[in-house]
């Protein structure tokens, strides 16, 4: 079983990094970039096959370390199989 | 698994020919096997084993009353008294920064460190050379922002301040951009390593990170030229991990203050085929090692494989039998994945195993020993005196030479590098004295010494270009004169030679003759080379770079307290210029960029006039009389005065404000010679008006030559205001060149 | 006087802060390596600038976890002074000793340079020597210094006197130019509620010698040292 972790910038937080993205977009011609947030994807490979508990324990990951809450959001999905 | 059979086709690949075939089959006797057929491409591959240069290296001067290591180990080793060394070297990773400039250039900053540090110095200091194509040309500034990104990242994460180097600008590199990465670091003298395997019976350790498949055969990359069909022989782009790096230095630097060493090496070109067969064949011993016991990142490698992998940030030990325990205790502390992988032998051979089956033998002494030298031919280019011929009549003079050097000013080649070093580490282990930015960059060595270590890089290639063999003994003046404008006197240098395809005769003379220079001049200055590197294949569809022998110079002084910077300080201070400026106008900046002319003979160079000069300034400020020095260089004497004027200030407007100068210089050259010419063995001092005539005596008082002196003029008001004889030849507000000056790059490197 | 600087695997600025207590100021001071769980005996604890375990994740986000954090915490807990420099203040606002966030710099890339910042509060053990209103010219070197913290955290700690330090020009204007990484407030250094624990992103101890600059760091390791007469304890 495998968890996919998803941290970004909460909205209200300025992301410097999206921003200077967002500049370079434009300036190659994708002007339909209207907005750019940069984030984090982090894969984990589980040894578990229950999976409220491994949502239980993913969500504690993620308070714990993997996100900032003071300053970052995150989601997750818990998929089937392991890594490709 | 069974290997691949040898056949011709897969001995082209590893690119070796049919002659270098048949000689590796005398040193073993036997047809090799695969794996063993990797070891002899790598080893004598351009890259590993100096075949095409090694002739011309010889000519090089190696030695000298400071010299304790020099060419042939990690890195050189110069004595800087107090029973302190400093341990340096250049090398380059040209190639891999063109392919993926961010991880090029980071694990080129890891490469040298580890050279570094695996001779029991702690790192305290780095420059980079960059040359990069035109600005506007395919890819260019991502290299730039990749590349600078890149050393940005490994050098500040292992916490070792860049502390200058250079950046230059020329379409020959379009193809082949260059990254010549400098590291320096000082250890007590008796606690230097070498990498020798001694001791049969002696247990060796790997370890560092753990192997994968990056970089495979990278130095049989190294030593070829690109072109498109190669694409697919790339191997995977090796990344850099600072972080690890950092384990590595301290639990090598713990180690080697215990006694439990005996010989060290990294793994760097070649990884574990590189450092065993050098390791058993500097010290005249042999090895054996088990491949199952080297700890791995991927699964399914083959013998091959692990042998040639290029993984960074990994290390190969020889401890003393028994001592092993201690020595992974050590390694384990720091985290690193550590294993005994086998011991010294006394029977020459490097024998690998892979779980006690035998897959390859070979003889470590012979392979290093037997390994091919070429004296390539070398052939003057054809149109190499024609293009020395310059007739000034064919230049017309300019009318405006304020907006020639308004020009000068804002091109690549001579605007401010803030951009580049506000984003490196400059200022990490509380060392820096003087900063990026200046002549030279000087740096304590220890945190409680008064002393001073001064070190700048240098090579104008254009100059090389026209006259290989003068451009590169202006590298080395050049570099020696910016560490004497800091106040410190030159005493050794490491090289880091770049050219194109040496089977092509005319790139083999430039890099010939460029080495009949440098060993020139360095003998003539007295600083030895004590390490350095060769990088050669560097070209694209045919297209060579220009010669590039960049030399990096090391300077000591007793006092760094009294290091000097080349901005002008006080208004009223008295601008005094050494040396004599000629009618050189060959090979200029000027000639290049305003007038799109890449031509004539570069500036002449009396090494006997180089020397008194850079004396006179080493003297001058040991006595504490000179407030700022500065070298005239690209550009001339009206961009070097414009930099005395200004580049105290940074783009954000603070530091030394900018700083007018009315200047008069005598009649001599026409103009534009006078002002942009880039004659050698000049420099511009400021003084305090009542310290001249002690300056004076310090001439008056040099053993052999005395170098011209001359008041020039004044420190003060808001413009820089040149005159000849009284009549005016330029005049800018300074705030202008100020602001030109810093506009550069931020403007190109705009996302 | 006794000092411990902590070490983290990935720290680099250890043996800067380590020279200035030892041999600026001519105190005892040794490391102490993360894995350590105590601070017994320990007046001063000194979390110092680098790249703690890669900052692989977040700066400080793995090393709050530390063995020696405890004792960090405990320390401060007792009312011990703890410092944390750079890397050392992101640590110590990821342990929660310290509110806030720090993000990447507003321009995105690395930033070292001199930097001036104005002493916004002198009543404290860190900041006992100044004078108040005291601009103080040092380095910052770091991509991630940007402060932010919310509304509700940003007036309490101006309410309350916790901005210690704020980026200025050198003569001591507020301007956004100079607040090069485009910290909230101009925020540069900041003090928890008990006014013993201190974080701060520009680096005194590089400039605590008249050879790398003005020596105007050093005041604030003579405060907390206790150096000179008329440093109060908070």
Known sequence: ?84 | MSEPAITPEVIRQHGLTGEEYARARQVLGREPNHTELGIFSAMWSEHCSYKSSKIHLRKLPVSGPRVVQGPGENAGVVDIGGGEVAVFKMESHNHPSFIEPVQGAATGVGGILRDVFTMGARPIASLNALRFGLPEAPRMTYLMGGVVHGISLYGNAIGVPTVGGEVWFHPSYNGNILVNAFALGVARRERIFLGKAEGPGNPILYFGSKTGRDGIHGATMASDVFDSEKEARRPTVQVGDPFTEKLLLEACLELMASDVLVGIQDMGAAGLTCSTLEMAGRAGTGVVIDLAKVPRRESGMTPYEVMLSESQERMLMVVRRGREEEALAVVRKWDLDASVIGEVTSDGFARILESGRPVAAVPAAPLSDASPVYDRPVREPASFKARRRLDLAGVPLPSDLGGVLDRLLSSPNLCSREWVYRQYDHTVRAGTVVRPGSDAAVVRPVSTSAKGIAMASDCNPRFCLLDPYLGAAHAVAESARNVACAGARPIAATDCLNFGNPENPEIMWQLARAVEGLAEACRRLGTPIVSGNVSLYNETDGQAIAPTPTVAMVGLMEQASLSVTSWFKDAGDVVVLLGQTREELGATEYLAAIHGREEGAPPGLDLALEAAVQETVIRAVERGLIRSAHDVSEGGLAVALAECCISGCDALGTGWAPRGAAIDLPAGPREDALLFGETASRVILTLREKDLPAFEEIVRGLPDRRPPVRVIGRVGGESLDVRRDGERLLSRPVDLLHRMWHSVFPGLMKP | MKTAIVVFPGSNCDHDAYHVMRHVLGLQAEFVWHKQTSLKGFDLVILPGGFAHGDYLRCGAIARFSPIMEAVADHARKGGPVFGICNGFQVLIEAGLLPGALLRNRGVAFINRDVWVRVENDRTRLTGLCRPGQVLQMPIAHGEGNYTADPGTLARLEGEGRVLFRYVSPSGELDDRFNVNGSANAIAGIVNEAGNVFGMMPHPERNAEPLLGNAQGLVLFESLAGLRPGAEAA
């Open chain 1, 1 to 84: 079983m495998r968890a996919l972790v998803y941290v970004t910038l909460k909205p209200s937080v300025l992301d410097p990094q999206g921003k200077a993205v967002r500049g370079a977009l434009r300036s190659l011609g994708f002007d339909e970039a209207a907005d750019v947030r940069v984030g984090k994807l982090i894969e984990l490979t589980l040894e578990t096959s229950d999976r409220t508990r491994a949502e239980q324990r993913v969500r504690a990951m993620c308070e714990t370390l993997l996100a900032n809450t003071v300053i970052e959001q995150y989601r997750f999905e818990i998929v089937e199989g392991t890594a490709p």
